[in-house]
């Protein structure tokens, strides 16, 4: 089983997810392999989500590319629009998967498998909520260890 996080009340999920992305990239030992990224959003957030990477801060270099550019194989941050996204099969690596799209992931099964981590990203939009609420009920329903860090909190 793979461990299941959401962050709610995340106030842009963008810039959340690209500090996100800098704790789980800086946070690997020093000797230790790492850790590779899949980022999956709609379409529209991605190419926000991409200048974002480039741009968040002056310091931070986080080497990313779109799942069907030809360097995602090697490439450690890889931006996806969909978790049955054909490039997605062909990526060696899978450690972590974060989640920015409303839509339920259509394969849960094959995506927990495959990583042993998964980030949901809920945001304070009452549409995504009630989104994310759904997405946290199926992924109980089918048995997987969630926990919720709420973000209007901290």
Same mark, same amino acid.
């Given at each position: 089983?793979?461990?299941?996080?959401?962050?709610?009340?995340?106030?842009?999920?963008?810039?959340?997810?690209?500090?996100?992305?800098?704790?789980?990239?800086?946070?690997?030992?020093?000797?230790?392999?790492?850790?590779?990224?899949v980022m999956v959003a709609e379409k529209a957030d991605l190419k926000r989500l991409d200048e974002? #990477?480039?741009?968040?801060?002056?310091?931070?270099f986080l080497p990313h590319c779109h799942g069907d550019h030809e360097a995602a194989f090697e490439?450690?941050?890889?931006?996806?629009?969909?978790?049955?996204? /054909?490039? #997605?099969?062909? #990526? /060696?690596?899978?450690?972590?998967?974060?989640?920015?799209?409303?839509?339920?992931?259509?394969?849960?099964?094959?995506?927990?498998? +495959?990583?042993?981590?998964?980030?949901?990203?809920?945001?304070?939009?009452?549409?995504?909520?009630?989104?994310? +609420?759904?997405?946290?009920?199926?992924?109980?329903? #089918?048995?997987?260890?969630?926990?919720?860090?709420?973000?209007?909190?901290?």
């Amino acid at each position: 089983m793979a461990r299941i996080d959401f962050h709610s009340n995340v106030s842009d999920k963008l810039e959340y997810a690209c500090r996100l992305t800098r704790k789980i990239w800086s946070a690997t030992a020093e000797g230790e392999p790492v850790r590779n990224i899949v980022m999956v959003a709609e379409k529209a957030d991605l190419k926000r989500l991409d200048e974002l #990477l480039w741009t968040f801060t002056k310091t931070d270099f986080l080497p990313h590319c779109h799942g069907d550019h030809e360097a995602a194989f090697e490439t450690p941050i890889v931006l996806l629009d969909d978790t049955a996204a /054909p490039a #997605l099969a062909n #990526l /060696p690596h899978a450690d972590v998967l974060i989640h920015m799209s409303m839509r339920m992931p259509s394969d849960v099964a094959a995506l927990v498998a +495959r990583f042993p981590r998964i980030v949901e990203v809920v945001t304070v939009n009452e549409a995504e909520r009630l989104a994310g +609420r759904e997405r946290y009920k199926a992924y109980r329903e #089918l048995g997987h260890e969630l926990h919720n860090f709420d973000q209007a909190k901290a």
